[in-house]
């Protein structure tokens, strides 16, 4: 299948596209580099041994999109092109609706043109906000608490909005959890700008000497420790609930939201201390207040994904912390290194 995969050289996308690759799909990565690096896209196609197009343009440029859906022609789409960072939503907001809503907003008048009509979304946790019962399933009511969660939760119904217009169209809209680790080999990651904002990278940069302690926000929770409880969702295993996800969208008319954990949960002290098995060096760490905005515990319902995907995730902490600490250990600047 040829796909179109925005953002493809982040993160996520980039052990996506890995697994693309390695099923034999046929990808075209759009994306403006700005919060990821060339060097990643360069290191999937040795590791999957196969070469693939990449366009650099943003997703907010009407006449890029145009270029790439008209020489490409693609299937279908899988959209990570955007910012997601909460705290710098906090501070950012009209960049973030801008980047996020308005690029999604773009993507699809562009699939429209070409008469592209299957798209997987990377959305978020985030837009459930507050739990009012867990674990979260796919019923839970929508109430993101930031700018971030709020752009998540616009381009959902957006998608929805587009899909209903779209005699045809099929959309999947997969709500992340927390994604933690890298590739076995080690040779793609996690690489955030200046400082981590979420626990697994910010872990893995006290183990290889490149910051100091960590800080553990709260230990006054109700859960196991005292510290915060997270649904962790190994990359690796978010990458094939894509290509699941692909596979339904191909199968299925309209749109469904589906959750991407585990479901099941790991506090901050336990990511320590299985950080400080797999890579064999201390963790310090000093407890600090409780975060405004942190809850006490988050974790996912995963029924939808196993009945209309096909899908689970199979990797443990521990698969999570050494593939982390390959990566890491390999890479102390990240791509930079």
């Not at 993160?11 to 060339?38: C, E, K, M, R």
């Not at 096909?310 to 521990?318: G, M, R, Y």
Request: glycine fraction near 8%; proline fraction near 5%; charge should be negative.
């Amino acid at each position: 299948m040829r796909i179109l995969v925005t953002g493809g050289a982040g993160y996520i996308g980039s052990h996506t596209l890995l697994q693309l690759l390695l099923a034999g799909h046929d990808p075209l990565v759009f994306d403006n580099f700005s919060n990821s690096s060339p060097e990643a896209l360069q290191r999937v196609g040795l590791l999957a041994n196969a070469t693939f197009d990449v366009i650099e343009g943003d997703i907010r440029d009407p006449m890029a999109l145009e270029k790439a859906f008209s020489q490409f022609q693609p299937e279908a789409v899988v959209h990570f092109a955007g910012l997601k960072a909460v705290g710098e939503s906090n501070e950012q907001p009209l960049e973030y609706y801008s980047q996020n809503v308005t690029g999604s907003i773009e993507l699809l008048k562009a699939m429209d043109k070409a008469r592209c009509q299957r798209i997987v979304f990377s959305s978020s946790a985030t837009v459930y906000g507050e739990a009012e019962y867990l674990p979260y399933d796919e019923q839970h009511r929508l109430l993101p608490t930031n700018p971030y969660g709020r752009t998540k939760y616009f381009i959902e119904g957006i998608i929805r909005d587009w899909v209903a217009a779209n005699t045809g169209a099929s959309a999947v809209l997969l709500r992340y959890f927390n994604p933690v680790g890298a590739d076995a080999s080690g040779q793609i990651g996690e690489d955030p700008n200046g400082i981590p904002n979420n626990l697994a990278p910010f872990i893995a940069k006290v183990a290889v000497g490149r910051l100091p302690r960590l800080k553990v926000w709260g230990n006054d929770y109700d859960t196991r420790d005292g510290t915060g409880e997270r649904d962790y969702i190994h990359v690796e295993d978010l990458a094939k609930a894509h290509l699941a996800a692909l596979e339904y969208a191909s199968q299925h008319q309209g749109c469904e939201a589906i959750n991407v954990g585990t479901g099941q949960g790991a506090t901050v002290l336990e990511m320590i201390h299985a950080f400080q098995a797999a890579s064999g060096q201390p963790i310090p760490y000093d407890i600090a207040p409780r975060r405004e905005g942190d809850v006490a515990r988050s974790l996912a319902s995963v029924e939808k994904a196993k009945r209309l995907l096909n899908w689970q995730a199979e990797l443990t902490i521990d698969d999570m912390c050494a593939s982390t600490w390959a990566w890491q250990s390999q890479n102390p600047d990240g791509y930079g290194s």
